[in-house]
C-alpha cells in the first residue's frame, strides 16, 4: 500500500492506523509506504527534464498560500508549456482543479499587477488562461442565476394566471387597475394567499386584501317647514 499525501497530519495517521493489538500481546499491522509532499518535495518535482511532474508540485500546495507556494505553482505553469501540445491544456486545467479558492484568487491578483509587467511568455499564457477560467465562471455563473430568475418569473406568472381565472370563474371579474396590481406582483407566498382568498371573496378587493374605506355618513339637508295652513277661527 503507498499513501500520498500533502498533509503532514495524514502522513502520521497513515503510518499507525492499520495496527492491531491482541489481549495476547501479539501485534498485527500494516506498514504503507507513506510519500508525504511537503514544500521541499514540491520544489524538488519541478524538473525541466520531467515538466509532467509539475502536477505533483502544485498538488503538493493545495493547502498552502504564502509566496513560496505561489511561486511552486508559477513554476508549474512555466514547465507546463514544455509538455506536447495535446497535453498542456489538460496538465494547465488539472494544475487549476487541485488549487484551493484561496490561492486562484492570489494568481488572479498576482496577474493584474502592473509590477508584473513586463511578463515572461509563460505568465503570460497563465494571465490569459486565468482570465478565461474567470470569465467561463462568471458565464456559468449568470446562466445559472438567469434560469433562476426565470423559473421565478414563470412561476408567479402561473399563479398571476391562476388567481385571474379564479375571479373571473367566479364572477368577479377585476378591473384594469386590480389585473395590474395582481401582474405587477412576483411574490409567489403573497398570490398563493390572494388565489385563497379568491375562493370565498365576494368582491375583488376583499380578494386582494385591500381594505375599502367606510363610507362616510351623508349629512342629512334639513327639510323645508311646510306651510301652515291659516288657522280657521
Avoid: Y
Wanted: glycine letters at 6%; proline letters at 6%; hydrophobic letters at 40%.
Amino acid at each position: 500500500m503507498i499513501v500520498i499525501t500533502a498533509r503532514r497530519a495524514v502522513a502520521r495517521w497513515a503510518e499507525r492506523v492499520a495496527c492491531a493489538r491482541t489481549r495476547l500481546g501479539t501485534l498485527l499491522q500494516l506498514k504503507p509506504v507513506v510519500l508525504h509532499l511537503g514544500h521541499a518535495e514540491g520544489k524538488a518535482l519541478l524538473d525541466e527534464r520531467h515538466p509532467e511532474l509539475a502536477l505533483f508540485a502544485a498538488w503538493a500546495m493545495q493547502h498552502r498560500h504564502g509566496p513560496g507556494a505561489r511561486a511552486v505553482v508559477e513554476r508549474a505553469f512555466e514547465l507546463t508549456e514544455r509538455l506536447p501540445r495535446a497535453l498542456r491544456r489538460a496538465q494547465q486545467r488539472a494544475i487549476l482543479s487541485v488549487l484551493s479558492e484561496r490561492m486562484l484568487e492570489l494568481l488572479r491578483e498576482a496577474s493584474m499587477n502592473p509590477d508584473k509587467i513586463p511578463e515572461t511568455p509563460a505568465a503570460r499564457k497563465l494571465r490569459l488562461f486565468l482570465e478565461a477560467q474567470g470569465r467561463k465562471k462568471g458565464r456559468a455563473e449568470g446562466e445559472a442565476k438567469g434560469r433562476a430568475e426565470g423559473r421565478a418569473e414563470g412561476e408567479a406568472k402561473g399563479r398571476q394566471d391562476a388567481l385571474i381565472t379564479l375571479l373571473r370563474a367566479r364572477g368577479l371579474s377585476p378591473l384594469q387597475d386590480e389585473e395590474a396590481r395582481i401582474r405587477a406582483c412576483a411574490d409567489t407566498a403573497k398570490l398563493d394567499r390572494w388565489i385563497a382568498q379568491a375562493a370565498t371573496a365576494t368582491t375583488v378587493r376583499e380578494a386582494l386584501g385591500i381594505k375599502t374605506p367606510a363610507a362616510r355618513a351623508r349629512p342629512r339637508t334639513p327639510g323645508r317647514p311646510r306651510p301652515t295652513s291659516p288657522s280657521r277661527s
